[in-house]
């Protein structure tokens, strides 16, 4: 019913940029807050950025001033802008989706909310 789809990452050199971009497919009504996360090697999962419905944007720390986080909400796309690449940056890279609304059924379509959806990830690799 909703998917999203991460765009495929790379391996590139540090200093290097990087784009990546995640489309939300399904009947989509609304999409709220989108995020990009990471995990690191033997790290955790963390939170990169997000990006409110209305364009409102944050960002960790350790990506300030280096990553831009921006969406079309009529092409329902998040993109992430990676400049300045650094080998720490590498990681599996993460769209989410807090809450989306969509339409269900066929002949009496309704309109229905879930929360928390999750790309499969695509790979960053940044070499020193």
């Known amino acids: 019913q909703v998917q999203l789809k991460e765009s495929r990452g790379g391996s590139v050199q540090a200093g290097d940029s990087l784009t990546l971009s995640c489309v939300i497919s399904?009947?989509?009504?609304?999409?709220?807050?989108v995020k990009w996360h990471r995990q690191c090697p033997g790290n955790e999962r963390e939170l990169v950025a997000g990006i409110s419905s209305s364009g409102v944007t944050n960002y960790a720390d350790f990506v300030k001033g280096r990553f831009t986080i921006s969406r079309d909400n009529a092409k329902r796309t998040v993109t992430l802008q990676m400049n300045s690449l650094k080998p720490e940056d590498t990681g599996v890279y993460y769209c989410?989706?807090?809450?989306?609304?969509?339409?269900?059924?066929?002949?009496?379509?309704?309109?229905?909310?879930?929360?928390?959806?999750w790309g499969q990830g695509t790979q960053v690799t940044v070499s020193s």
């Open positions: 989410n989706a807090d809450w989306v609304t969509f339409y269900e059924g066929v002949q009496y379509p309704r309109l229905k909310t879930g929360s928390n959806y």
């Open positions: 399904g009947r989509i009504d609304s999409i709220s807050t």
